[in-house]
């Protein structure tokens, strides 16, 4: 079974622009989250979806949105990138089933704002 | 919400030796709480997990021991090997409504172990 993939795995923006990042979960799984690791800050979370909707989230301003499509693949995006957001963000899968607590991460997307 | 505080920030060990990573809780109604380990440039990956309703949980050379009362819970690795060398991450989740829950991390160990 394929892990979860997300892409791209490297992105340098400047401040001011938005960028949409992608994850695709795990066949079968239908929730699908997202965090932000930082140095020092260790994994922040940012939002859950589950079946095309979003059911948590996570202490970020507005410009950190998501959604969830109907395959369970997930998209985020950030308008009016700043220089602190910077970092590596995460999604991660879970099938969300009665031992559906085990997150599976992707590899992540670097972004780095100038 | 939950709060989760881990310790130490950095341990350094010999090849050999053990090594325990301790993490506490804020909210009691936690009640799954896993482990993750990330190599430089890589995924977490989950390690090892315990539910509230277990004190331990052992795989070989790793062990994760839980105490409810103190809201407090630790990582033991045994033997320790160069492999190990990795920052770690604890993680408690609390139930919200229906079956959400949310699962907040630790600021992570850099577990380094010299050979």
């Known amino acids: 079974k394929a892990g979860v993939t997300q892409t791209p795995r490297y992105l340098i923006k400047t401040r001011g622009q938005q960028v949409t990042l992608s994850c695709s979960p795990i066949?079968?799984?239908?929730?699908v989250s997202w965090y932000q690791q930082t140095p020092g800050q260790g994994l922040q979370f940012l939002f859950e979806?589950?079946?095309?909707?979003?059911?948590n989230k996570g202490n970020f301003p507005g410009r950190f949105s998501g959604r969830q499509f109907s395959n369970s693949r997930s998209e985020m995006n950030v308008s009016t990138l700043e220089l602190g957001d910077s970092a590596l963000y995460l999604c991660?899968?879970?099938?969300?089933?009665?031992?559906?607590?085990?997150?599976?991460f992707g590899s992540g997307t670097q972004l780095s704002v100038l | 919400g939950e709060n989760v505080e881990q310790h130490p920030s950095t341990l350094s060990v010999q090849e050999g030796d053990s090594a325990v990573i301790k993490c506490t809780y804020s909210?009691?109604?936690?009640?799954?709480f896993p482990w993750y380990k990330q190599e430089l440039g890589k995924r977490p990956q989950l390690i090892i997990d315990?539910?509230?309703?277990?004190g331990e949980k052992k795989d070989q050379r790793i062990a994760v021991t839980l105490n409810k009362t103190a809201k407090h819970f630790s990582l033991h690795i045994t033997e320790t090997q160069p492999e190990d060398s990795a920052v770690y991450f604890c993680?408690?989740?609390?139930?919200?409504?229906?079956?959400?829950?949310?699962?907040?991390f630790g600021s992570g160990t850099q577990l380094t172990v010299l050979p």
């Open positions: 315990i539910r509230s309703n277990v």
């Open positions: 993680a408690a989740i609390v139930p919200s409504s229906g079956s959400a829950r949310q699962l907040t």
């Open positions: 066949s079968g799984h239908r929730s």
């Open positions: 991660a899968s879970r099938l969300d089933g009665g031992s559906g607590e085990k997150l599976f």
């Open positions: 979806y589950f079946s095309e909707t979003q059911r």
């Open positions: 909210d009691s109604a936690s009640n799954y």
